[in-house]
């Protein structure tokens, strides 16, 4: 199944692609890899996903929040593939970080909320290394922020 079939199947609708608001780019291809800068958790009405796991938010608002860094990873992605998902080859790798308290441990699970939604949309192409990491604070005050690396093929 095509992802863009994936995505109506699953009824969602990817977000417009934020553009960068510092001295960096959105997203930058080098040979066949496509690298997207840190994507923060944002709603599905464009505010800001805000606070500390373990303090201000649960495990499942965390998950949440990075499935919402994991779809806005794939609409940067569509938009660097010429608005084709299936040009994706392979997601490589994702690094998340995750705003929260000091004896919060449950990093890998919130990031769990952006690896599942890029398998779900891509299947075997969505299937990455990642790192999840702790931090105790992000831009904006936002939960989670996640970066990715994809192969693509633009031919």
Not at 79 to 89: F, V
Not at 104 to 118: L, R, W
């Amino acid at each position: 199944m095509s992802a863009s079939a994936k995505l109506k199947d699953l009824g969602i609708v990817l977000p417009e692609p934020k553009g960068p608001v510092g001295s960096y780019v959105a997203t930058k291809i080098i040979g066949n890899l496509l690298f997207i800068s840190g994507q923060i958790s944002i709603d599905e009405n464009s505010n800001l996903i805000k606070g500390k796991l373990g303090e201000d938010l649960s495990l499942d608002q965390g998950y949440k929040a990075a499935k919402r860094c994991g779809l806005s990873l794939l609409a940067h992605a569509k938009k660097a593939c010429n608005e084709d998902l299936d040009k994706i080859t392979s997601c490589i790798k994702l690094t998340g970080y995750v705003n929260s308290v000091n004896d919060f441990v449950d990093q890998p699970k919130v990031i769990n909320g952006a690896s599942d939604i890029i398998s779900d949309i891509l299947g075997k192409r969505g299937h990455h290394t990642r790192a999840a990491v702790s931090v105790n604070s992000l831009p904006l005050g936002v939960a989670v922020e996640i970066d990715g690396i994809f192969e693509i093929n633009l031919n």
